[in-house]
């Protein structure tokens, strides 16, 4: 029987959910919050940046901070230093706590919103950090008006029950957590369908396994991309490379591939907002004019991919896949492509909010140093390129 989406509009507010699971807090946990002085003065600052013009589309890159999901270098810049102070390993039990609060609320589309994860509207997040931020300020007896209701009334707070991060297995659950669906210009993937549960790969816990560590201690092998960058690397025969980008939440990537006659694979990997398409599209029609990727020579092979954000989909025999969002920007950047590369069909990688499955956000493209092995990529999809 296929799964029943639903929304529940008697569901509680932002504000309300996040005081529900704040009073159920034992009295220990709820004072290491509030006498965690690095978490007070980095708040505050969190709010103002959101709230100041049109930074706050960076709400799920703050969000996903506060959660634990990326580390502090991939925030915005501005944010860098201020989220370094919170990166200590002494600061771990209260960001277990953190994640908690910060994630309240953030799986209200029935089983299929809890079981994928759903990105937040900036406003709600924004919410969610002002009245956490207020309350940090509270007398440990005073936690908030339900308490004092509640103890008045002689009953217990209601204890909301945190969402896990695992999901356990279960016969309902049969929508692919992954599926590629691309208008008919597009080529499919060649990528397998995955299973939705938590997959045991080094790609599926990033950053934590060290890659960004690896990028930032500058290891030759490992090239980071970060929002709002294009960054293009070529790979001479006998040489092994990753390219990678993290925290896409909503956010587009486009790859190109090259591979030339004499083994040599160049690779441009771009990673842009919603706000900055026009950027990203001129961004890869820059590198497909370059020697880098060569589009003029018949001798080089090319491959293109749209990492992009998608939507789940039912179809008339109950079946699920994952439907690109953008059909308008896809289209831009497979017009873009043409141009150059007029027998090239861009191929689509859609994903879905899928941070609390315990799936990365990333995306890695691994060139393996034998020019007879194909490029392969990870993350969020998995798969072989043509070459």
Known sequence: MPLS?????????????IELRFVALKPKVSAALKECGELKTLLPQFIEFLKDGTNVCHSEHVAHFLMGKIDAHQLPQRLHALGETFNSHEHQSVKTELYELVATHRHDSGIMG????????????????????????????????????????????ETVVPQVRGVQDSATLQAP???????????????????????ASEHNRLPETGWCARAKNKDPAVTEVWM??????????GQKAEVFTASLAGCTAVAVLSKHSNGTRSVTLSHYMPTSKPAQLSELDHALNTKSHATANPEVQHEIYVITPGDLVQDHEGKWSMR?????????????????????????????????TGKSTAFILSIPSETEKPVRYSGMHYGACGF
């Not at 759903?118 to 956490?132: G, M, N, S």
């Open 228 to 237: 709002e960058q294009s960054r293009t690397v070529e790979i001479l025969p």
């Open 5 to 17: 989406i639903f929304s529940s509009h008697s569901s509680p507010s932002p504000t309300q959910s």
């Open 177 to 199: 957590a992954f599926m590629l669906q691309a208008p008919a210009f597009m080529l499919p993937a060649h990528a397998q369908t995955l299973d939705p549960r938590p997959q």
């Open 114 to 157: 809890f079981f994928f994860g759903q990105a937040e509207p900036p406003e709600k997040t924004i919410a969610k950090l002002e009245w956490l931020n207020a309350h940090l300020y509270e007398k440990p007896d005073s936690n908030s008006a339900l308490l004092t209701s509640s103890a008045a009334e002689g009953r217990r707070p």
């Open 324 to 356: 690109a969002r953008d059909a308008a920007h896809i289209a831009a950047v497979n017009k873009t492509v043409q141009t150059r590369l007029p027998e090239i069909q861009v191929k689509v990688l859609s994903y879905g909010n899928a941070e609390d």
